[in-house]
């Protein structure tokens, strides 16, 4: 079974600029999650899509974050503009089903963000 | 707002004995409790979890406690290896909703 796939693997930009990630979760996962890690901290939940209907954002900068999860498979984070304490690691991770006790999420293995 | 805290950053363990990391929280809404390894340059990997219903559960050298009461929660590994060294991140959640995680602990695994 293929895991949660992430692009890209690094990426420097300066701030102010823009910057979008792209997550393919693991087939058939209902459920995709964004998460920040920033160094010497967990994981921070962004944002979690049901299918492609939006879960839960109440963490998400919206005024320079946006995710979209069109067709309810693969989906994109964008940043702008960036700050440089958008400097982190962005996680994207899947999981079978929300809502039932039991389900853990899978992660893929990270986008790290520089900002400069 | 921490709702789930590691206190300690760092553990250092000699191979062969046991590791005990430990978790505490403070939502006692929380109903689902997982564990997470990290190695560098990789995303978190599931290691083992526990319902709020159950206060041990075991997978074979990784054993996760949960003390509802004390809102405490601690894996122990049996024995310790050096391929356990890594980042370990403690996460909870409500009804299977978002994990919320704490900071991690590093484990060092001397041989």
């Known amino acids: 079974e293929a895991g949660v796939a992430q692009s890209p693997r690094y990426k420097i930009i300066e701030k102010r600029q823009s910057v979008a990630f792209w997550c393919n979760p693991i087939s058939g996962h209902a459920t995709l999650y964004w998460y920040q890690q920033i160094l010497g901290q967990g994981p921070k939940l962004l944002i979690q899509?049901?299918?492609?209907?939006?879960?839960?954002d109440s963490q998400l900068p919206k005024d320079r974050f946006s995710a979209e999860r069109l067709k309810g498979v693969d989906s994109t984070l964008k940043i702008q503009p960036a700050k440089l304490e958008d400097s982190a690691v962005y996680l994207c991770?899947?999981?079978?089903?929300?809502?039932?006790?039991?389900?853990?999420?899978?992660f893929g293995q990270g986008t790290r963000l520089t900002v400069v | 707002d921490q709702q789930v805290k590691q206190n300690s950053p760092s553990l250092s363990v000699q191979e062969g004995r046991i590791s005990i990391l430990n978790c505490d929280y403070t939502?006692?809404?929380?109903?689902?409790f997982l564990w997470y390894k990290k190695y560098p340059a990789e995303g978190p990997t599931f290691l083992i979890s526990i319902s709020s219903i159950k206060d041990k559960n075991e997978d074979g050298r990784f054993t996760v406690f949960l003390n509802k009461s004390a809102k405490h929660l601690s894996l122990h590994i049996v024995p310790s290896q050096p391929g356990d060294s890594a980042v370990y991140f403690c996460?909870?959640?409500?009804?299977?909703?978002?994990?919320?995680f704490g900071a991690g602990t590093i484990l060092r695994v001397k041989s």
């Open positions: 939502n006692s809404m929380f109903d689902y």
């Open positions: 991770a899947s999981s079978l089903d929300r809502g039932r006790v039991g389900t853990e999420a899978f």
């Open positions: 899509f049901q299918n492609n209907g939006v879960v839960d």
């Open positions: 996460a909870a959640a409500r009804g299977g909703n978002k994990l919320v």
